[in-house]
């Protein structure tokens, strides 16, 4: 019994790891080559790109932000934390799907005004920018006071690139194979603010921008949903396995 239950287990974890390898193609499609199948293409000439739309342009990420840069740790470092106060992110806080402010560090009002230069700001794009969890972004939808520390990047858009499409960019192949390429070509732990400024994105028109930012929320609220299914079924197979193992013995 406890086999059977394992091997369900097995073929559940499988089937979430190719729901998010779906949701990646998916997404790396979209940002690419747009949501028409049927839309004339242009050789983007860069190879990593490949072709993309023929009313795209190519541009880089310095020409479409207002804001490149990460924050500091604040003077004192741990010490200044606080249990309750504004909440400071750092790379564990920043993932693919979220920004996640469970067990959050938090500052003083007067520690986070003392950063005004690493204050973040609501459609801020998060990457985090040193570590095993360099590459992780995700936007800031929450409207609320916040500041970042020195692991993590805000790259903040401007009115010709939206939130969602930016960020879909950066989580894509093509922002991960830039940041891997950087990476092993200057053998550094850590992503600079000149290379990630020089990074280069496919870019639809705004009106085209809503359309696939809509589609890619729609589909990751699709393939989330379908995951967290999968790991209910499994807490419950496991479950099911204490019990019968506890009721046998």
């Keep these: 019994k406890t086999a059977q239950i394992d091997e369900a287990i097995t073929i559940k974890e499988k089937q979430i790891e190719l729901l998010k390898e779906r949701k990646q193609i998916i997404i790396q499609q979209a940002v690419t080559q747009?949501?028409?199948a049927n839309a004339p293409m242009k050789?983007?000439?860069v190879?990593?790109?490949g072709e993309i739309p023929e009313h795209w342009g190519l541009k880089r990420i310095k020409h479409v932000t207002s804001k490149i840069g990460s924050g500091i740790t604040p003077s004192g470092g741990g010490s200044t934390y606080l249990d309750d106060g504004i909440p400071l992110l750092r790379s564990q806080n920043v993932h693919f799907d979220?920004?996640?402010l469970t067990g959050v560090a938090r500052i003083s009002d007067k520690t986070h005004n003392s950063m005004s230069n690493s204050k973040v700001k609501q459609g801020d794009v998060l990457l985090n920018i040193t570590g095993g969890s360099i590459g992780r972004c995700f936007y800031v939808t929450a409207n609320e006071e916040m500041n970042v520390n020195q692991h993590v990047c805000i790259v903040r858009?401007?009115?010709v690139v939206m939130p969602v499409f930016l960020n879909a960019?950066?989580?894509s192949e093509i922002g991960q194979g830039q940041i891997w390429f950087f990476q092993q070509g200057g053998?550094?732990?850590g992503l600079n603010f000149q290379a990630l400024k020089n990074f280069l994105i496919a870019l639809p028109p705004i009106s085209e921008q809503l359309k696939i930012a809509n589609y890619i929320q729609e589909i990751e609220r699709k393939i989330s949903s379908a995951i967290s299914m999968q790991q209910q079924?499994?807490?419950k197979l496991k479950e099911y396995k204490t019990t019968l193992i506890n009721s046998a013995v």
């Design 169 to 171: 960019v950066l989580a």
């Design 187 to 189: 053998g550094r732990e």
């Design 34 to 36: 747009g949501l028409d």
């Design 98 to 100: 979220r920004i996640d």
């Design 157 to 159: 858009p401007t009115n």
């Design 233 to 235: 079924q499994i807490e």
């Design 47 to 49: 190879d990593w790109i």
């Design 43 to 45: 050789d983007s000439g």
